[in-house]
């Protein structure tokens, strides 16, 4: 399939709707051993026919009703810097993720100035966001999995790591033998 690319600015490329929460589409981290990458997924193994590319380094995946179904980041996870995270507590709305992004193009692309991509490896948390530092809104996505909006636009994500990732020795020794 031939891509069309669309470049929108960021406000619009990643303003959102919340649908109804369905057990069968939560979001959760995983992580590719060969390449060192993060994602978060939902179970459904559906074609992504639209996407949204964030700065050349997160890349979001949407199905043909332009809901999120799969987000990458980019960078390999050993490189993310070290940070103190914790998981939002108490009842959170849940939901959904669906795009308001046009169908003029099947790929938009948008550029940000701020992009931040830390984690926890100790608690085993990581955090995605890009946009703006606040946020106004916390939606529960998946069972450890939450997104940040700043008003309708999602601005990130902050999650608990996937299991390969725990414990954290084990990650570093994976990062330490692909450096050399």
Known sequence: MRRQLERLPWHSALWVTIAEFKENRQLSCGYDEQGGLLYLTTPRTEPSPLGINIDNGILLDLDSSRELIFVECIMRFCLWPDASLTLPRGHKALGRLVFGVPRRANTVFTEIEFVKLVAD????????????PDFTTIIKVGPECYAYLFESLLVGFIFRLAPQLRPARTLQQKCMRGRA
């Open 121 to 132: 490896r100790v608690k085993c948390i990581g955090l995605i966001q890009w946009g703006v």
